[in-house]
């Protein structure tokens, strides 16, 4: 049941049953769990094995914010991934971790996250529940062992009745803590764009330079960033070069020369908020993408064959189609999703 739906019972039965406000306040509010947005795919995240109850949701955003789970108990998953920065690390060309010690990557965002088949820039993470047990063991993340972060979380006198809550027992066990997680992030979805707004007609209407832009994105972009999440979800070379540490990408998990310095299609929404982009952080404004697809694009033996078109590389783009592509790009931005007090510290 929708919002929307709660909110027709919840005015109904203000004036037919005689509830006060805050009983009608406390049915508005009524935890819903996921929810598939009109538009949007079925999800791949088996919610039969984790459904998400508020219990668990709220265990779950509990320990996104909770440094325990690092070694010096500094370091968050919140503390990476930022939610006014669209749950990023803004500002960072690669990723910060304990003692200030540096990633390779540029820490992607934390969204939609339900529809995703693989984690990790590389994907080299199959299973969202298993997801966090990478950076919370990785040496310049959080650098924690497993078995010590539970020691720590059984010791914490509010988790026991809380895992109760949300498990049935008090058990803090490996499997509860991720699902808990997941629990959190498969909720985190950004849907509330002014796109959507405009394709589920919604009485909003893109300008005529959004309009141009969005033409322009279906002719030239949305080969690899397919609507409405705006990622295939595949890796390719966008022929970005090797850059300053080697990263060779998804060959790290194949070990398959065809996926030398090939990274996941990197969603297009709330670009205002995620900065800087590419998988090493290397731009820091969006002129600096599109000026790389259409004239700087390094012709590469694993370079996605749409970027090599009649023996010239990279993406036909006047300077007047980039910036109608930049004003369509602009209409991604979800504000709603930034502020959703849901997914705030508590």
Do not use: C, H
């Given at each position: 049941m929708n919002r929307l739906q709660w909110c027709i019972i919840a005015v109904f039965s203000l004036f037919v049953f005689g509830c006060s406000k805050d009983e009608v306040r406390k049915m508005v509010?009524?935890?819903?769990?996921?929810?598939?947005?009109?538009?949007?795919?079925?999800?791949?995240?088996?919610?039969?094995?984790?459904?998400?109850?508020?219990?668990?949701?709220?265990?779950?955003?509990?320990?996104?914010?909770?440094?325990?789970?690092?070694?010096?108990?500094?370091?968050?998953c919140g503390l990476c991934h930022l939610q006014a920065s669209a749950f990023t690390h803004h500002g960072h060309d690669v990723s910060h971790g304990i003692d200030d010690r540096l990633g390779s990557r540029n820490a992607p965002p934390i969204m939609n996250l339900a529809w995703s088949p693989t984690f990790m820039l590389d994907g080299g993470v199959f299973d969202l529940d298993l997801q966090p047990i990478a950076p919370i063991t990785n040496p310049v993340e959080m650098d924690e062992s497993i078995d010590n972060m539970l020691i720590k979380l059984r010791k914490t006198p509010s988790y026991p009745a809380l895992f109760k809550k949300a498990f049935g027992t008090e058990d803090i066990t490996t499997a509860r803590v991720m699902k808990a997680l997941s629990q959190f992030m498969v909720m985190v979805v950004s849907d509330q764009s002014k796109y959507d707004s405009v394709m589920r007609k919604q009485g909003v209407a893109f300008t005529a330079d959004e309009a141009r832009g969005y033409e322009i994105f279906q002719q030239k972009c949305n080969s690899c960033h397919k609507e409405p999440l705006f990622t295939d979800h595949s890796f390719r070379n966008n022929g970005i070069g090797i850059g300053p540490n080697n990263d060779e990408g998804r060959y790290l998990v194949t070990l398959k020369g065809e996926d030398k310095y090939k990274f996941r299609v990197p969603s297009l929404r709330n670009l205002a908020y995620t900065a800087p982009y590419m998988h090493d952080g290397r731009f820091y404004k969006l002129e600096g993408v599109l000026n790389h697809y259409s004239d700087e694009v390094q012709d590469m033996p694993t370079l996605d064959p749409l970027l090599r078109q009649n023996s010239k590389t990279g993406i036909g783009l006047t300077g007047e189609d980039k910036r109608y592509l930049l004003t369509f790009l602009n209409t991604l931005n979800d504000r709603n999703f930034i502020k959703d007090k849901r997914f705030a510290e508590q």
């Open positions: 509010d009524e935890f819903i769990g996921f929810r598939n947005p009109a538009g949007f795919p079925e999800p791949v995240y088996k919610f039969a094995n984790n459904e998400v109850t508020r219990d668990g949701f709220e265990l779950g955003r509990k320990l996104f914010y909770d440094a325990q789970l690092s070694r010096n108990n500094t370091i968050s």
